[in-house]
């Protein structure tokens, strides 16, 4: 087993990171304070505009969130990434994201989970769990962006 060589993140990509972290924190705090199904709402389809490069922005907020997650100052859970990243990439101009939620059956229960695909892209996850789990719609957020703590 051989270690793996720390990876070095440019100027941008640590930008990407702490706008990341606090999308999380605000996605977090909106979770927390809204009522049980408050938050979100189905989502009516909404073509996806021809922004100029919108999926490599889309992989890139993914990545950043996926890594503010991992490593930063808490594990969010499924929902509030999911939550963060779809706001993040509205507010970047990119409508075409999906919020989707499934479900699967594992020891007689049913789990669920959470992820945002942009096109046929699964944005920071992991596509091989992502297809473990049976699509039951895709959502929205209530009222667009969070705006400030999810309001």
């Known amino acids: 087993m051989t270690a793996r060589k720390p990876t070095r993140l440019s100027a941008g990509e640590v930008a990407d990171v702490a706008r990341a972290q606090i999308a999380l924190f605000r996605a977090q705090a909106a979770i927390w304070s809204r009522p049980s199904g408050g938050l979100i709402d189905v989502a009516r389809d909404t073509p996806a505009p021809d922004l100029p490069g919108a999926e490599a922005l889309a992989v890139r907020l993914g990545r ?7 490593y930063g100052l808490f594990r969010p859970k499924c929902l509030a990434r999911a939550l963060a990243l779809k706001t993040m990439l ?8 999906r919020l989707c939620v499934g479900v699967r059956p594992e020891g007689g ?25 049976r699509r039951l719609t895709e959502l929205g957020v209530v009222g667009g962006s969070l705006g400030r703590w999810g309001r």
């Open 64 to 70: 950043a969130v996926h890594r503010a997650a991992a």
């Open 90 to 97: 509205e507010e970047r101009g990119v409508r075409g994201a």
């Open 109 to 133: 229960r049913l789990l669920a989970h959470a992820w945002v695909e942009y096109g046929t892209v699964v944005l920071a996850d992991r596509v091989a769990h992502v297809r473990g789990f």
